[in-house]
Each structure stands twice: as structure tokens, then as C-alpha cells.
């Protein structure tokens, strides 16, 4: 088999191991040693535009369509981008309420009766700084 270094830029449908399909601006990318494609999902009514990699032993096929094919297909698969989040401690959490509630006691006192509910935590006035 012949190596070549042809680099693919083109709008096109992509399918993803036979069962995942995207469309978009779809282009051959060097990534360390790895040729992988890159694909930009354009921006739809309902998502941002945001680009997938993927390595080329997992494409199953690619469609070279025109612009507007992409972008219509693109709007009614509604494929999501991957949102990075940071899931906050429970602990955590808790620990930030019962400090609110903690100041909110000391600073306004007549609000006592709100707080007589247990929070699971120990009262803060029976520990001393170091």
C-alpha cells in the first residue's frame, strides 16, 4: 500500500463505527503521529458549532456533500457537543450552607428561629481557631 500525504477538506457526512452520523466541514488533521478527522458541526438552532475528532480506524464512511446538505442534516440530528462540568462535592456542599447559615446567625441574630432545624453539622460557635 502506497503512503500519501493528500489531506481531505471538504463538507461531508460522517458515520462513526456504523451507528454514530455527523455532518460538517470535515478535514484530514495530524495530531502527534495519528492522522485523525476533524469534523466542525456547524451552529444550529439548537447548538453551538463545535468540532469532534476522530481516528480514522473508527469512520466507517464518509459522504462528501455540499454546504447546505451538511448544515441541514447537521440542524435535524441535533448531534450535542461534549460539555465539560465539574460535579460539586455533596460534602462540600452541605459544609457551604451550614457556614452561611453560621454568619447569617451571627450577623442578624433575630433570624435564630429560622435556623433551629439540624444541618448535620457541628455548631461552629463550640470551636476555636487555631
Known sequence: MENTTDKFENWAIVEIMGHIKCAGLAQTVTFGNTVMLRVDIPETSKQPAHTK???MSSIFSISPVTE???RSHAEAWNIQPIIAYEVQNAYQKR????VEKAVERKMNPQ???RYLEDDGF???DDYERP
Request: aromatic share 18%; glycine share 6%.
Open 53 to 55: 475528532m476522530y481516528g
Open 68 to 70: 447546505d446538505v451538511a
Open 95 to 98: 459544609f457551604d450552607e451550614a
Open 111 to 113: 433570624l435564630e428561629s
Open 122 to 124: 457541628p455548631d461552629f
